[in-house]
Every structure is written in C-alpha cells, then in structure tokens.
C-alpha cells in the first residue's frame, strides 16, 4: 500500500488553477523527489500533504486516510505521522534551540522533562548541534538553522518527511552534512517527498521523480531509470536543457 497517495488533485487560487488533476503515489520508504520549475506548485503540494492547504478537488490519502476533508483537530494525529522541514527552518525565534527541539515534544507527547533533556540531546548530537543547545536561531548560521528545523522535525519520529528545499542557499559541506542526514533517515525505514532544485543533491537521495508542469505530472521515473540517451521531459529538466516552464 502507498503511504500517500494524491488522487485528481485540484488547487485554485482566485480562480487561477495551479494544479490541474494531479495524481502520484510514494511507496513506503521511498524517496520521492518533487521537481519542476519555480511557482509550478510544489511547495502547494507538500502544505496540502499535512493539511495546511485544502485540494479544491481531489483526494489526498496518507496511510489509508483520505484527509483533505479532516478538521484541524483530526489533523493533529497526521502531522504526527508527517514531518515538514520548511524551507526556511520555520523556527521559534524567541526560543533556544533545546527549547526549539522541546516543543514538539511538549506538544504532542507525554514525556516528562527528563526524558525531554535526554532525547534532546540525543538528537543534537545526531546532528551535530550539541554546541548550538542554548543558542537562539539568529545566532546559527543559515545551514546549522536548516539541521535544527530537520532535527526539530523528526523529534517524534515521524513515518513520513517532507522536504521543502532543505539545501537552498547552502554551502557545499552544509549541504553534504544534509543529504547524509536524509539519507540515513532513509535507512530507518522514513518515507519522504524531496523538494529542490538541487539536482545532484536529489538524484543522490531519492529514488523516483515526479515533475509538475503545466498543471499536472508532465513525467514521471524511478531514478535508475533516468536515460541520457533517450531524454525525456523529467531527463531535459534535470539537465537545465528544458528552456523553462
Ligand atoms: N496562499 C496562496 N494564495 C495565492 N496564491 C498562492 C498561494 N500559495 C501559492 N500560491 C500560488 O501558487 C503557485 C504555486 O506556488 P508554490 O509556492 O507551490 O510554487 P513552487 O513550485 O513551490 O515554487 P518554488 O520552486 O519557487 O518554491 C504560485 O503561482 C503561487 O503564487
Ligand atoms: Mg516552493
């Protein structure tokens, strides 16, 4: 059974359709990557995996529940399940990076702060944060803000990570450290959606493609798949040779 599954889906804006009947499915423990050019819609896509956006037609199943109807509080048990690393980090400013990392588990589990203290630093040094503890987030530099928003999002092990450009903007060792951290959450068994224009990046870590355009799946391949020979829409993107969309 696909983990998510998005069937005939639908989003307008003011009248202006963005996504017209778009349909895929991830697998478990796949690595989907979600490509296509800028605005087409991906970031829509992954906000309307966790509930953040509603499809204006169409059906959105995570784990056998179609979800794009629940209410906020039915939403809470699948943003438990799925994890969004924003592409900005998306941290609480005011709080510390441990206190950063506590929310989620405040939030939604009924750890006391002992076990909170214990798992937190676990995680920070999984991630290699463990020096950045007491920090506030504008005191990390932009890619040690990114491994937070990561560490933060997978706190409560969730079963499924969406990725919205997590090596934007970053430096070549940055962006190494992230693809190894997704690449090991990959090992555990994590399913995840991939969202970049970091080519080399996603056609390290994932194992499939589905590129948007014009409103809808325009291709579709498993990455060992991908053919220099015989260049296809999803082929011509990813080598920038598409001339834009
Ligand atoms: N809340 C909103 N209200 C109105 N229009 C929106 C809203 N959110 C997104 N859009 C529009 O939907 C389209 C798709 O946006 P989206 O952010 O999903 O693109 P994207 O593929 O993630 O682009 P990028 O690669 O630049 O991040 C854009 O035209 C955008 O202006
Ligand atoms: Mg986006």
């Known amino acids: ?83 969004y690393v924003f592409q900005n980090g998306a941290l609480f400013d005011s709080m510390s990076v441990y206190d950063n990392l506590a929310y989620p588990l405040r939030e939604h589990t009924a750890f006391n702060e002992d ?36 560490a933060r999002a997978m706190m409560i092990g969730p079963k499924v990570i969406l990725y919205d450009e997590p090596t934007a903007g970053l430096d070549p060792y940055n962006t190494l450290k992230i693809r190894e951290t997704v690449l090991r959450l990959k090992k555990k068994g994590v399913t995840s959606v991939f969202v970049t224009h970091d080519m080399p990046t996603a056609i390290a870590v994932c194992d499939r493609f589905v590129m948007l355009g014009e409103g809808r799946v325009l291709d579709e391949r498993r990455a060992d798949e991908l053919s220099r020979k015989d260049p296809g829409p999803l082929e011509r993107f990813i080598t920038g040779d598409y001339g834009g969309y």
């Open 1 to 83: 059974m696909a983990i998510i599954e998005v069937k005939h889906f639908n989003k307008s804006f003011d009248g202006h359709a963005v996504h017209k009947d778009v349909s895929f499915r991830v697998e478990k423990g796949e690595c989907l990557g979600l490509v296509g050019g800028s605005g087409i819609g991906k970031s829509v896509v992954l906000r309307s995996l966790i509930g953040l956006e509603k499809p204006t037609s169409g059906e959105i199943w995570i784990e056998g529940e179609e979800i794009s109807k629940l209410k906020e509080r039915d939403l809470t048990a699948i943003r438990k399940k799925v994890a």
């Open 115 to 150: 076990e909170i203290q214990t798992r937190i630093h676990d995680q920070l040094e999984e991630f290699g944060l463990l020096e950045a503890e007491g920090k506030l987030p504008a005191e990390l530099s932009g890619g040690m803000q990114k491994r937070v928003g990561l």
